[in-house]
């Protein structure tokens, strides 16, 4: 959608590096989501946002580190990537709590070498 | 925690057949959406159900969700190569997704 742009779309690099994971939205959607989609895995949540300077542990939260300190921004950040991290990373947003959809940006896909 | 199981993981129907997949939760769902990503893609929402057997419809689609709140499905009637790709369940309190059902139809 539009209104999602996550960056870069692909990205390789080494065990041990740092990597970020931008993700933008324009609609000011108070929630924001990190998933990692693996094959056998599905979707899986790491981390999500209620709203600015507000954030929260998912499913697989670890090796994994998160910040929101504008609404319309959530970057993920790889402190040490690691194989296992290889993956495709999708943002998405949501209007507020409760019975809402979730939007998804494109998705960035991820190797770690 | 929650999980949300999903079945199967794999179908692939010839152009014409049916397809089924099923959730099942072992906790009751506040409510349940369905999303499908086109190979390459992202996710895109569906449908959402709500109330305890709720049926809803969408052309060849059919989404239940039981009467306890622990499980639901989607059902295509006459697949068509344009179903093609991986169907998604989610529980929309906790958004706990599926594994998903890769779906490929054979024209």
């Known amino acids: 959608d539009a209104g999602i742009t996550q960056s870069p779309r692909y990205k390789i690099t080494e065990t041990g590096r740092q990597v970020t994971l931008m993700c933008h939205q324009t609609?000011?959607?108070?929630?924001m989501f990190w998933y990692r989609q693996d094959l056998g895995h599905g979707l899986r949540l790491i981390y999500y946002?209620?709203?600015?300077?507000?954030?929260d542990k998912g499913e697989v939260p670890d090796g994994y580190v998160v910040s929101r300190s504008k609404t319309e921004n959530f970057p993920l950040t790889l402190e040490s990537a690691t194989r296992s991290q290889t993956s495709v990373y999708f943002c998405?947003?949501?209007?507020?709590?409760?019975?809402?959809?979730?939007?998804f940006g494109a998705g960035s896909r991820l190797t770690v070498l | 925690g929650q999980q949300v199981m999903q079945i199967p993981q794999y179908q692939h129907v010839q152009e014409g057949e049916d397809f089924t997949t099923y959730c099942n939760s072992s906790?009751?769902?506040?409510?349940i959406q369905w999303y499908k990503q086109r190979p390459g893609g992202h996710p895109v929402f569906l449908i959402q159900?709500?109330?305890?057997?709720e049926v809803k419809k969408q052309k060849r689609l059919t989404f239940q969700f039981g009467e306890a709140k622990k499980n639901s499905s989607l059902h295509i009637t006459a697949t068509q190569t344009t179903d093609v790709g991986t169907y998604f369940c989610?529980?929309?309190?906790?958004?706990?997704f599926g594994q998903g059902t890769e779906l490929s139809v054979k024209p």
């Open positions: 998405a947003t949501r209007l507020k709590a409760g019975a809402n959809v979730l939007t």
């Open positions: 609609w000011s959607h108070s929630y």
């Open positions: 946002s209620a709203a600015a300077d507000i954030t």
């Open positions: 906790t009751t769902l506040s409510n």
């Open positions: 159900l709500v109330k305890s057997g």
């Open positions: 989610c529980e929309g309190g906790k958004l706990i």
